[in-house]
């Protein structure tokens, strides 16, 4: 049986002040049984972030990784780094990276290995975009992403990612996906998994869904058999609103 799992994406938000605060508040919180939390923060807040919640079942996430282990990369992290913190997870290829950071379908594959390699769960996005949606080309496109990230990374790995579908057109927008158009997109990857891996491994690997996820919309979305999970960028930032979405089952 999959488990939900609902990441928090801060992105570029956030000052040190606020992170304690947040943290303050959201530790004070019971958390259900039945789901993963996973809060994805800015480097600087990952040491404090992994200490704050270290006796807790939050899992604390980097949102980028360098697909070296070390070297000479100016400003670069590696996974070596982060779990040498006590960091489990990472956001790989998300779209604002691909879009403003020139994150191609090839680094994304590497920095998949390395988050392998040295023992960093990934959380590896794929989405169309809005011109792709109406042109029809959703699907392909998705199929493209998914089949080069994941190229020559072996079974073994692969039943321990975590697959964020995020439409650009939805992230940040206000307007997510309907629940039907996320499920379809959802099964589609599951099924390209169950081609990849076969179909045993495809049923363990947790698919999200991201993109204007908020307490009003989580409910119906994390109901549909495919999305097994969220990937919450706005709405996590205050821990009032990214609970309710935890607790979406009382909504
Ligand atoms: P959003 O972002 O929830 O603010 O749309 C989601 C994401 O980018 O992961």
Redesign the pocket.
């Known amino acids: 049986m999959r488990k939900k799992f609902i990441a928090g994406?801060w992105?570029m938000y956030k000052t040190f002040e606020e992170t304690l605060s947040f943290s303050e508040e959201f530790k004070k919180s019971e958390l259900p049984e039945d789901v993963k939390v996973g809060l994805?923060v800015p480097y600087p807040y990952l040491d404090y972030m992994v200490k704050a919640f270290k006796d807790t079942k939050v899992l604390i996430g980097a949102q980028n990784i360098h697909f070296e282990s070390e070297g000479a990369f100016t400003g670069e992290v590696s996974c070596k780094m982060l779990k040498s913190l006590g960091v489990t997870h990472a956001?790989i290829g998300?779209?604002?990276r691909r879009q403003y950071f020139c994150e191609t379908d090839d680094s994304v594959n590497l920095k998949l290995k390395a988050a392998f390699k040295d023992g960093i769960f990934p959380i590896f996005?794929v989405g169309e975009n809005l011109t792709q949606r109406e042109e029809n080309d959703a699907f392909p496109v998705v199929e493209k992403q998914i089949r080069k990230g994941l190229y020559e990374i072996p079974e073994e790995y692969g039943r321990n990612l975590t697959i964020?579908y995020?439409p650009v057109w939805?992230?940040?927008?206000?307007v997510?996906a309907t629940k039907e158009e996320a499920n379809e997109m959802c099964s589609f990857i599951r099924n390209l998994l169950a081609d990849i891996y076969g179909k045993e491994t495809a049923d363990e690997i947790i698919i999200q869904y991201?993109?204007?996820?908020?307490p009003e919309n989580s409910k119906e979305l994390l109901s549909m058999e495919d999305i097994d999970g969220?990937?919450?960028?706005?709405?996590?930032l205050k821990a009032d609103t990214f609970l309710s979405i935890i607790n979406y089952k009382k909504l």
């Not at 969220?230 to 996590?236: F, I, P, R, T, Y």
């Open positions: 994406n992105k994805m956001i998300h779209s604002e996005c964020a995020e939805a992230i940040g927008t206000g997510n991201g993109g204007s996820v908020k969220a990937l919450v960028g706005g709405a996590s």
